[in-house]
């Protein structure tokens, strides 16, 4: 499944909880970026200047990593949670072109108005967490990743999550969308 959701709306949360139930693989992209500039590799480098821009890594690097991930064993047996991609129509393609025919059975798009975010993001104070690096990134969402929820609605398995309240009330709405398709 594909989680959706502007930044600071709670997905690598609600991840932790999804892995914890459902023994799937979370692929988080913005985690393996951090992992690759904590390792200062040449990847690691350049996407974290993007990072702290809030601009996003060009999609045939981020085509090329998810491509690499989703083809481990590890996935190919438990399933995967994919968070932070496909983020731009060209992620999307290049995901379909990766699963094999029905690989996608659910994406859902945890959803927190603007306001809420921003307000969240400036609390949690990550490194790109900037007042113009926030900008920049929901300003990108509403142009790139945005457009995507219509992609996923038509073929036919989109499903709209409220990602306004507690913690444990956002994950029950999520098992109650899940635990039918299992
Ligand atoms: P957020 O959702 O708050 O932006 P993420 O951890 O998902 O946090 O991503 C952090 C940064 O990593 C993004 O701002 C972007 O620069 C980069 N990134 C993550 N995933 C992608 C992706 N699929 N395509 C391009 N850039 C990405």
């Known amino acids: ?38 390792e200062g590799t040449a ?7 993007l990072m702290d821009r809030g601009d996003l890594v060009p999609d045939d690097i981020m085509n090329g990593i998810v491509a690499e991930r989703l083809a481990k064993d590890d996935i190919l047996a438990a399933g995967v949670l994919l968070d932070g991609f ?3 129509p060209d992620q999307a393609d290049a995901l379909v072109a990766m699963l094999s025919d029905g690989g ?11 306001e809420v975010v921003t307000s969240r993001m400036m609390e949690r104070g990550r490194a790109d967490d900037t007042p113009e690096g926030i900008a920049r990134r929901l300003e990108l969402y ?21 990602g306004v309240g507690a913690e444990d009330e956002v994950f029950a709405r999520l098992q109650a969308i899940i635990d039918p398709l299992i």
């Open 104 to 114: 996608l059975d659910l994406a859902v798009n945890l959803d927190v108005p603007v």
């Open 43 to 49: 990847l690691g480098i350049a996407a974290g200047e």
């Open 1 to 38: 499944m594909v989680i959706l959701g502007r930044q600071g709306s709670g997905k690598g949360t609600q991840c932790a909880h999804l892995v914890g139930q459902y023994g799937c693989v979370h692929v988080s992209t913005g985690d393996m970026l951090r992992a690759a500039r904590e």
């Open 142 to 162: 509403e142009a790139q990743t945005a457009p995507l929820l219509a992609w996923f609605a038509e073929q036919g398995i989109l499903e709209v999550v409220d």
């Open 86 to 88: 496909p983020r731009t």
